[in-house]
T-cell receptor
């Protein structure tokens, strides 16, 4: 199986930057996803990394280091609506089947 | 509207009741999934259906019984549940469970059913 670790909670101020780290251990690595989940709502796709480096998408960026089993999601210019849970998910290939395994999620609270 | 619709949104049931959760996807996907989401825990994959055939059952107790009558609909039948089964049950879909999730941008999730067993 996969061990996926991310912090449980983070708090930041509106307009600030927050970095959510995710470490994983897996075989057959096939990419890493970040999802955003507001309370009572569906998880929604934010980003996907399969090669090392930084992917920037507006205020959100995601970084991957495959050799270190490490990723982070960077949220810039925080807004109140960014308060949500952020899920790190690792895709792996196991016996010709792709599996998507999730971390427990990081709850980000943005304060005014 | 995420393209994946789950009903009901909330459900309270006694341990002797029988109820069903419903999931419907409007995306033309061929694979559907049931996940259990408990507080402070990772999403747990319960069942995978591909082209209406169950391809994975992750050691889920028999009090949970899935049904997939066609590629657009997925049910989870519940009976004699325990209080520890209280959780958010999420349905998801993807183009093909044998294709890399990268090709699908991962999975598309429904908003879930919040289940409370009393």
């Amino acid at each position: 199986g996969q061990n996926i670790d991310q912090p449980t909670e983070m708090t930041a101020t509106e307009g600030a930057i927050v970095q959510i780290n995710c470490t994983y251990q897996t075989s057959g690595f096939n990419g890493l996803f970040w999802y955003q989940q507001h309370a009572g709502e569906a998880p929604t796709f934010l980003s996907y990394n399969v090669l090392d480096g930084l992917e920037e998408k507006g205020r959100f960026s995601s970084f991957l280091s495959r050799s270190k089993g490490y990723s982070y999601l960077l949220l810039k210019e925080l807004q109140m609506k960014d308060s949500a849970s952020y899920l790190c998910a690792v895709s792996s290939l196991d016996s010709n089947d792709y599996k998507l395994s999730f971390g427990a999620g990081t709850t980000v609270t943005v304060r005014a | 509207e995420t393209g994946v619709t789950q009903t009901p949104r909330h459900l309270v049931m006694g341990m002797t009741n029988k109820k069903s959760l419903k999931c419907e996807q409007h995306l033309g996907h061929n694979a559907m999934y049931w996940y259990k989401q408990s507080a402070k825990k990772p999403l747990e994959l319960m069942f995978v259906y591909s082209l209406e055939e169950r391809v994975e059952n992750n050691s889920v107790p028999s009090r949970f019984s899935p049904e997939c009558p066609n590629s657009s609909h997925l049910f989870l039948h519940l009976h004699t549940l325990q209080p520890e089964d209280s959780a958010l049950y999420l349905c998801a879909s993807s183009q093909d469970h044998r294709a890399s999730p990268a090709a699908n941008y991962g999975y598309t999730f429904g908003s879930g059913t919040r289940l409370t067993v009393v």
